[in-house]
């Protein structure tokens, strides 16, 4: 599979995973996109995904309302992803499963960004198409532990989940290290876990703290960056810290790399 055409492939189904994500909920997946303040249906040359987006200057170009900067970035981050997955050496069949793995990691991860919320169907698409990778993997056979690997990496974060009674981790969140478990084995899995809780404890402090300020102030065409707009207890969805975590570790494997978290 040719990276280029991947990444072209991807940019379209992320626009496919945008309208998914947004009108999850909401309305149908059919009829034609249409502006959410004017409702005015768009054209064709305003869909081209991220293209559009930076054409138009983020703003609809009929009442000028603002259009929300996930629909570039959810675009962007499916054809870079498409790439990655289509430039390893892998044989075909998994890069495909692996394509399938990751459609459903990017539109949970622009739900939960969005809402704070993994919904269970999405969950339980996103496990059985890691459970399909391990078992092409495997060659048609799954061992013990492959099997094994989802349920031993979910159970601490469902006992988190259970006795802080939601307070600490979301149910969400150990559905999700099913898949996890399943899609990247026992102790991959461990070192994504890992990961996870770095990158979530280096951004979320920038996010919470200094990000939507530092935003304001660009925007006023301010120097300085004052006190943060958000504290500590704003919640903050842990899912895509997983999901970026989770490929990571992959495309490091898969390109013969190691990622040195617990180098076990």
Known sequence: MMPFLASLFGAIV????????????????????????????LRWFELVPVVSWIALRGRCRTCGSSISIQYPLVEATTAGT??????????PALQLA???????????????????????????????????????????????????????????????WRVSQGRWMGLGDAKLTLG?????????????????????????????????????????????VSAPAYTMKSEVPFGPFLLAAMWIVWLAGAYGYAVPILNI
């Open 180 to 224: 996890i478990g399943w899609f990247l084995g026992l102790l991959d899995g461990v070192r994504a876990i890992f990961l996870s809780f770095m990158l979530g404890a280096t951004i979320s402090i920038f996010v919470l703290l200094w990000l939507p300020r530092l935003i304001h102030a660009l925007r006023r065409g301010r120097a300085r």
């Open 82 to 91: 498409f790439a990655l997955i289509a430039a390893t050496p892998l044989p």
């Open 98 to 160: 692996a394509l399938l793995v990751a459609v459903f990691s990017i539109l949970i991860a622009a739900y939960d960004i969005r809402h704070t919320i993994i919904p269970d169907q999405w969950v339980v698409l996103f496990s059985l198409s890691a459970l399909l990778y391990a078992w092409i993997a495997g060659a048609a056979v799954l061992p013990v532990m492959m099997l094994l690997a989802g349920p031993v990496i979910a159970l601490p974060f469902y006992v988190l």
């Open 14 to 41: 992320g626009s496919f995973l945008n309208v998914v994500a947004l009108r999850h909920g909401a309305r149908g997946l059919g009829g034609r996109s249409a502006c959410y303040s004017c409702a005015r249906q």
